[in-house]
């Protein structure tokens, strides 16, 4: 059975890395793994996404270890408006999108 | 360039009818997804579009159905509705195939079953 799990939420303080944990079991070796981020009322918003090893784009860093089975999203120095909800998504067996259980982030000043 | 739009905005039905939700891409986009989003059950996948035909379905019951027009406008159906089937729906957009590429969603649509 596909699931993805994540943890329900995490705090961290203005200026801190913050890394969010990805848990997908049986993925295959091709799929992407996305991650996006969701403020109330909004549809998400694409963040990173990679399928192998290390990506790194302007807000964030993906780490991907060689079995696969998770994945680490990095935010680098989160402000206050990093304060959201952030989602993994996979795709099981070139098939299934399987959205993560979602992490709910809240940033202190 | 105009953003994915879903319409209606808000919807309040009743059980057992049904409904008719529409989501129009970002021009050139040949790609649509829909999501159902729950607080119970988060965000989970409905339907994957590509160029009119369903590459990909979700673990929903056939009450849920749509298509994809040939200008990559898409609509999802729900038939006989029920409480359960209250959520926001999401549409998606990406240029191809969800894979490997970047997903724009619109703003949803909030269903609500009386």
């Not at chain 1, 780490?63 to 402000?79: G, H, M, Y």
């Not at chain 2, 979700?58 to 040939?70: K, T, V």
Request: net charge positive; proline share 5%.
């Amino acid at each position: 059975l596909a699931k993805t799990t994540q943890p329900i939420s995490m705090d961290s303080y203005e200026g801190q890395e913050v890394n969010i944990t990805c848990s997908h079991n049986n993925i295959a070796t091709n799929d992407y793994i996305t991650w996006y981020q969701q403020f109330p009322s909004q549809g998400p918003r694409f963040i990173i996404q990679g399928y192998k090893t290390k990506v790194t784009n302007e807000v964030a860093s993906l780490f991907i270890p060689a079995d696969r089975k998770s994945s680490t999203l990095s935010l680098p120095r989160v402000s206050l408006s990093d304060t959201a909800v952030y989602y993994c998504l996979v795709r099981y067996n070139t098939d299934k999108l399987i959205f993560g259980t979602g992490t709910r982030l809240q940033v202190f000043p | 360039k105009a953003g994915v739009t879903q319409t209606p905005r808000y919807l309040i039905k009743t059980r057992g009818q049904q409904v008719t939700l529409s989501c129009s891409p970002i021009s050139g986009h040949r790609s649509v997804s829909w999501y159902q989003q729950t607080p119970g059950q988060g965000l989970q996948f409905l339907f994957e579009y590509f160029s009119e035909t369903q590459r990909n379905k979700g673990n929903f019951p056939g009450r849920f159905s749509g298509r994809q027009f040939s200008n990559s406008r898409s609509e999802m159906n729900v038939s006989t509705l029920e409480l359960g089937d209250s959520a926001l729906y999401l549409c998606a957009s990406s240029p191809r195939l969800v894979e490997g590429y970047e997903q724009y969603f619109g703003p949803g649509t909030r269903l609500t079953v009386t």
